[in-house]
């Protein structure tokens, strides 16, 4: 699916993106994007703890002005935190404008971990990221986010696309988390019972691309 899990020509746009990781290793990588807000993260930090999960959040810079303890709390359990831009912004905007609001966010998270927006940049706009930032997409988005699916269907996407290396996206968002209530929790019971180890990022850590 081009949506659920990228197909090779999307991945190829982005050639230098981390988009999976080691397909030899049976691991994941859980990721949630567009948070942190009151109303999701608490609850997701709580049932990650429950499940022994560590996991990365792409963070929106203005949640992280609005909620710096909650910024905070996320990384005091240990997990690790990236930058989604200040105000969610799309590709549409102005290259220059586009660097000065990941630039704007990076002040406050100071990460070097960068995921764009609906997974989109103008070719400018990559050029100038992948000199700054190590840019992580996914592997698979479970589309948490959508009206059109429910929860079950949510947890079905986790179930019919995850694999060794694979990124995983999930939103704590509004949009999101009544689904995530369900979801979430069922999806990391399937994980740990098929043997996956859950992993999270090492800034520091220079990764090969895997683009199949």
Do not use: C
């Not at 997701?44 to 992280?64: E, P």
């Not at 997974?119 to 059109?148: C, E, P």
């Not at 929860?151 to 996407?157: G, H, I, K, T």
């Not at 995530?180 to 999806?187: I, K, W």
């Amino acid at each position: 699916m081009i949506i659920e899990q990228p197909s090779k020509w999307l991945r190829w746009l982005y050639p230098s993106a981390i988009w999976r990781m080691n397909p030899k290793e049976k691991a994941v990588y859980i990721t949630f994007d567009d948070g942190p807000i009151p109303e999701a993260t608490p609850w997701i930090l709580d049932i990650l703890d429950q499940y022994g999960v560590k996991a990365t959040f792409f963070m929106v810079g203005d949640n992280v002005r609005k909620y710096p303890e909650l910024f905070e709390e996320v990384k005091r359990r240990g997990h690790r935190v990236g930058n989604h831009t200040y105000n969610h912004i799309t590709f549409l905007m102005r290259s220059s404008k586009y660097v000065w609001n990941v630039h704007k966010a990076d002040r406050l998270i100071q990460s070097k971990l960068f995921r764009p927006p609906h997974g989109w940049m103008r070719n400018a706009q990559y050029i100038k990221m992948r000199h700054h930032f190590t840019i992580v997409m996914w592997d698979l988005v479970t589309r948490d986010y959508s009206k059109r699916l429910n929860a079950d269907e949510v947890f079905e996407n986790v179930k019919n696309y995850a694999r060794n290396g694979s990124i995983i996206t999930f939103h704590d968002s509004l949009k999101s988390i009544d689904k995530l209530h369900t979801a979430l929790p069922r999806s990391l019971e399937w994980l740990k019972s098929q043997g996956y180890e859950f992993k999270i990022f090492d800034e520091n850590q220079q990764w090969s691309r895997h683009l199949k």
